[in-house]
């Protein structure tokens, strides 16, 4: 049997999610990925409170959608590429070296940092189109775990950057 265990990931949202907004996990709202699956030894509200005191010291971070690209094991999953700008990057690096203080433990590794890859998967309800122009202004802590049920999700805080 498969055991599951409490993971979060960070995200930006495109379209407007209220804390506590719960969908299933092959049901994404629009978002850009932030920082990917992991676990971490704070709860809910340490997490919060130290991402919180890094995103109120930044402005938006803005950047542009380019190509579709497929990921996934077998290329299933259509995704949009953004634009890996340099502060983009920095914001992906300064909210890992924030998460590493409470013994981050990624899922997969290759994807942070160095291996960051910033996209949008393209959703049955919608997606970001080449050229568009994406602000990161506002980041959310998903539960991918919440009430125990491994197929949900769970908005659980948004933190907003500073506004410029």
């Not at 919440?146 to 949900?152: A, F, I, L, R």
């Given at each position: 049997m498969q055991q599951f265990t409490q993971k979060y990931a960070i995200i930006q949202l495109?379209?407007?999610m209220p804390v506590g907004t719960q969908f299933s996990s092959n049901n994404w709202p629009l978002h850009a990925t932030v920082v990917?699956?992991?676990a971490i030894n704070w709860?809910?509200?340490e997490m919060t409170t130290k991402l919180d005191r890094l995103l109120?010291?930044?402005a938006p971070v803005r950047t542009i959608v380019g190509d579709d690209r497929f990921f996934g094991d077998q290329g299933q999953t259509r995704v949009a590429l953004l634009e890996?700008?340099?502060d983009l990057a920095k914001l992906h690096n300064d909210v890992?070296?924030?998460?590493?203080?409470?013994?981050?433990r990624p899922n997969d590794p290759q994807?942070?940092?160095e291996g960051f890859l910033p996209h949008a998967t393209v959703q049955s309800h919608g997606r970001l189109n080449k050229g568009d122009v994406v602000t990161f202004k506002a980041l959310s802590i998903v539960d991918f775990f919440?009430?125990?049920?491994?197929?949900?999700r769970k908005i659980l805080a948004t933190i907003h950057v500073l506004e410029t």
């Open positions: 495109f379209e407007d990917d699956t992991f709860d809910v509200s109120t010291t930044y890996k700008t340099d890992i070296d924030v998460l590493e203080q409470g013994d981050w994807f942070a940092k919440p009430d125990g049920d491994p197929y949900q």
